[in-house]
């Protein structure tokens, strides 16, 4: 009786259940009248059999107990399955072959010393039959339909995933007297809103500043949902949202209690959505990995808004949340066991100018577009189990993005609105960089000759050009335990200094009588960062460390893509910064990381950030 258990239980066992069922068919067959005392049959109380003798076998061992009732009616819905998939394919294969013999015998005249055909033979029908079951059934078996329990084939192709971050993050300033009181020049703000009238005499007002005496707590989320789907040939796409106050580039962090605070519903963002080419995909070669790993023999070409298209093993000169928008091709081959070299470029709209630029004027402006172009070159070698080393250089020539004197603006005129530089000032910005003014105000009676009513924009001071030298080692020499020592280094090759100082207005060297000082910036930077622990988080009780520097002077990089929580986010920083994780289970892990950071050049300026975790992903 086991061997009988075993033969029903397995996936694939119809063949046995048949001979069985032809076994033990006069069970099957039993009358339904029973003796009742010896005298007259009476109706037996037991469930009818079914058409199906396969079927009536499986209600008989169940009723003996040899095997469970949800075994029994899987078996059973299996078997109504498929004799559905056969029955469909006969019935099709018979009708397409009366169809067949139907044409034929309907035919038109033939030509002459041709022969009509006024049957098809049966063994011809039962052919066609036989192929069309067949084609029916592959079909079934390829999309899925012919087996309960499994997806269709396009469902396959079609990943979802996410994450969700709750985050307390605590903001400490030094105490009273060290930090300078309103210096720090909120330049976003200006260039963001209305122009800031920055004549003394009309406008005592101050300028916009940031925050640099008081300490802030806040609890932020992060929640994030995408998914990639793999098409044909070698194309896929992606689609992600996410959460934000606010469309910034460089954070989909959402303040709890803000956007208007009082439990208001916050809002969704479109952060990723692209389409990806990869014609070796379909040989078995796998996706380009940008920012951890590089993956051997892989080309790719992604147009949309993507992640960073470039190895960054550090968030020196990009955020880690950041996303590009335009097309990028990356590349990747194994030369040598071990030695892997790769390369990425691409072409990225920073800004587009706006049809009616500028709306209230009769003659519209010139275009002022902005564009980033980018190369990568670099290497994956790994030495041996134990020593794994990458290494790459890039240089990203930022077009269009340094502010320029307008030509001569007349603003006492009512008809003029703006001026023709306005749109090279920064739709976004952190802090850090060096700007100028923008606007060529005409002195006339009606400003007071230069003297009221200067409403001006701002815009950056120094053209962009950084070169990006990238490294990271790994030892794995305790593993699972690994030691990773990251470092990059950034030069603005395109930085001018005594162009910079001649219209600079801020990051202005302090003075021992507070007058206004000589220009003090830079056009450097570095981190260093050293890590210690497990390199995936998948277990409970696994664990990593880091501790780092980083400096990164005023004018590198653009301060609107570096990261966003080091100092809140910009350049002209310096400070040490140090972290760990802990898995909590799979896919679930605390963090918390300590940032202290310094301002460079201009005025004084410190602030410590404390952050604490709770991430999980799927």
């Known amino acids: 009786m086991s061997s009988i258990r075993t033969a029903l239980l397995s996936r694939n066992s119809w063949m046995s259940v048949s001979m069985l069922a032809l076994a033990l068919s006069p069970v099957i067959a039993t009358p339904v009248l029973a003796q009742e005392n010896g005298d007259r049959p ?25 095997i469970k009732k949800e075994q029994a009616e899987a078996l059973i819905r299996q078997a109504e399955n498929e004799a559905y998939v056969a029955r469909e394919a006969a019935r099709d294969a018979s009708v397409k072959a009366d169809e067949a013999a139907k044409a034929a015998t309907a035919a038109a005249a033939a030509p002459p010393g041709s022969k009509r055909v006024t049957y098809v033979p049966e063994i011809v029908k039962r052919q066609l039959r036989e192929d069309l079951r067949k084609d029916v059934m592959a079909q079934a078996k390829k999309e899925g339909w012919a087996s309960p329990g499994t997806y269709p084939e396009w469902a396959s192709r079609i990943r979802l995933y996410g994450d969700i971050r709750g985050r307390w993050e605590s903001i400490w300033h030094p105490e009273a007297g060290f930090n300078s009181v309103g210096q720090i020049v909120d330049f976003n703000a200006i260039n963001t809103g209305e122009p800031y009238d920055v004549s003394a005499i009309s406008n005592p007002v101050f300028f916009p500043t940031y925050n640099t005496t008081e300490d802030r707590n806040r609890a932020r989320l992060r929640a994030r949902l995408g998914l990639t789907a793999d098409l044909y040939d070698g194309f896929s796409t992606g689609l992600r949202i996410g959460t934000g106050s606010d469309n910034s580039p460089i954070s989909t962090n959402q303040t ?36 951890n790993a590089i993956a051997p023999d892989t080309l790719a070409l992604t147009f949309g808004r993507f992640d960073n298209p470039f190895w960054s093993p550090t968030e020196l000169v990009w955020d880690a949340d950041l996303g590009f928008d335009g097309f990028a ?10 030695l892997t070299p790769f390369a990425a ?43 794994d080393i990458t290494f790459a250089a890039a240089i990203f020539d930022f077009r269009n993005v340094q502010g320029r004197l307008s030509s001569p603006c007349n603003l006492s005129d009512p008809a003029v609105t703006a001026c023709d530089t306005d749109d090279l000032r920064p739709s976004f910005a952190q802090k850090g960089n060096t700007y100028m003014p923008l606007r060529d105000i005409i002195p006339t009676v009606e400003n007071g000759f230069g003297t009221l009513d200067q409403f001006q924009y701002f815009g950056l001071a120094s053209q962009f050009r950084p070169a990006v ?8 020499h305790f593993a699972p335990i690994a030691i990773t020592i990251d470092g990059e280094y950034v030069w603005n090759t395109a930085f001018d200094r005594s162009a910079v100082a001649a219209v600079a207005v801020n990051n202005l060297a302090a003075t021992t009588d507070g007058s206004v000082g000589p220009y003090d910036g830079g056009n450097t930077g570095w981190l260093a960062r050293l890590t210690v622990g497990n390199r995936k988080l998948t277990n409970f009780g696994d664990w990593n460390a880091h501790v780092g520097y980083k400096y990164l002077e005023s004018d590198a990089i653009l ?14 920083l310096c400070g040490y910064f140090l972290g760990a994780n802990f898995a909590l289970s799979n896919n679930v892990w605390a963090s918390a990381r300590w940032m202290s950071a310094n301002n460079i050049a201009g005025a004084p300026y410190a602030v410590d950030i404390f952050q604490v975790d709770l991430n999980a992903k799927f």
């Open 559 to 572: 301060d609107a893509f570096a990261d966003s929580d080091f100092g809140l986010g910009g350049t002209n």
């Open 42 to 66: 009476t109706v037996s109380r037991k469930k009818p059999p079914a058409a199906s003798s396969t079927i009536n076998l499986v209600n008989l061992l169940v009723e003996q107990g040899i």
């Open 329 to 338: 091709l990356q590349g990747a081959a194994q030369v040598a066991p071990g």
């Open 256 to 291: 709890l209690g803000g956007s208007g605070g009082n439990f208001s519903k916050y809002q969704l963002w479109l952060d990723r959505a692209f389409i990806k080419f990869e014609p070796f995909k379909s040989r078995g070669f796998t996706g380009y990995a940008t920012q």
């Open 345 to 387: 470029g691409g072409a990225f709209p920073i800004f587009n100018t706006s049809l009616d630029f500028a709306t209230a004027e009769p003659v519209k402006f010139a275009s002022e577009d902005k564009y980033l172009f980018g190369g990568q070159v670099g290497f994956n070698w790994v030495m041996s189990p134990q020593v």
């Open 469 to 476: 030298f990238s490294g990271r080692v790994e030892f794995n």
